[in-house]
């Protein structure tokens, strides 16, 4: 093979990746101008051992006799289920936002992190009856926790985003509850009032 052959060999390939990055910026690009972005605050009141008021209960991995031990309480094997009310204020008596339902467990072999996974249903406001579903690790030492937004329905249908979260306050010591504040940024497609369509090669 002579020297000048493979050279434009080389020039040939140089070419096609220049093309196929234009092509994929290209596109990349029109995708974000399509999509609408809508930002939403509220908070979570989480509520994890008070018997008959309870919020999220451990259903597993918990030691109930070790109750005064706060440091039995957060361990890895514990799967807590959650149903917590969403609010608009910070307040607990605050008008309602929705509610928060899904799992969160302690799976971390190093730091204290739970595997958070939940569905956001709106039950106020312009987006009442939709839902977003959030999920991601949940390292406690961290001040601001970061989730993503993997999808949704209503008017949230193929919605992606993130989730900040922030705990705010903590009311009592074993008993406790806690105000979380959450911030999520969700990305829509720009039609929204989507139906699937089955794409042609499955159409009979
Ligand atoms: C706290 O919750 C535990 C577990 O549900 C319950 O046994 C205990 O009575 C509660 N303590 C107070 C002070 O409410
Ligand atoms: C449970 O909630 C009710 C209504 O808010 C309240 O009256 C009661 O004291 C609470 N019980 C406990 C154990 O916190
Ligand atoms: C649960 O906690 C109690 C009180 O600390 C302890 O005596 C007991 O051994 C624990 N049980 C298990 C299965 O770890
Ligand atoms: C949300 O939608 C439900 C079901 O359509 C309705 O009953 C409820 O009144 C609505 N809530 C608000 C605050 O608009
Ligand atoms: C969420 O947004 C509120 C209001 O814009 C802001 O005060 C707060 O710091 C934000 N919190 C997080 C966790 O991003
Ligand atoms: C969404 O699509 C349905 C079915 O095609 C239609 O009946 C409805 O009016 C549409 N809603 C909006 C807000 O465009």
Not at 109 to 117: D, G, I, Q, T
Not at 120 to 143: A, D, F, M
Not at 144 to 166: D, P, W
Request: aromatic fraction near 12%; glycine fraction near 6%.
């Amino acid at each position: 093979m002579s020297h000048s052959c493979s050279n434009s060999h080389i020039r040939m390939q140089l070419l096609t990746a220049i093309l196929v990055v234009f092509l994929y910026t290209s596109c990349v690009q029109r995708e974000v101008e399509s999509e609408k972005v809508v930002q939403l605050h509220w908070y979570m009141h989480d509520t994890p051992f008070n018997g008959p008021n309870a919020s999220s209960i451990p259903v597993t991995g918990y030691n109930a006799s070790d109750f005064q031990n706060e440091l039995a309480h957060f361990l890895r094997g514990q799967i807590y289920l959650f149903d917590d009310p969403l609010t608009q204020g910070p307040s607990l008596t605050s008008a309602t936002f929705g509610r928060s339902q899904g799992t969160y467990s302690y799976v971390s072999r190093e730091e204290l992190v739970s595997y958070v996974s939940y569905t956001v249903s709106i039950r106020s406001g312009e987006y009442n009856g939709s839902t977003l579903n959030i999920l991601g690790v949940n390292p406690e030492s961290k001040t601001i926790k970061e989730y993503s937004i993997v999808g949704g329905t209503g008017q949230f249908r193929r919605a992606t985003g993130n989730l900040e979260e922030e705990i705010v306050n903590v009311f009592g010591a074993f008993n406790f509850s806690a105000t979380l504040s959450e911030n999520a940024t969700i990305y829509l497609p720009e039609d929204t009032n989507f139906t699937f369509k089955k794409p042609a090669s499955l159409v009979e």
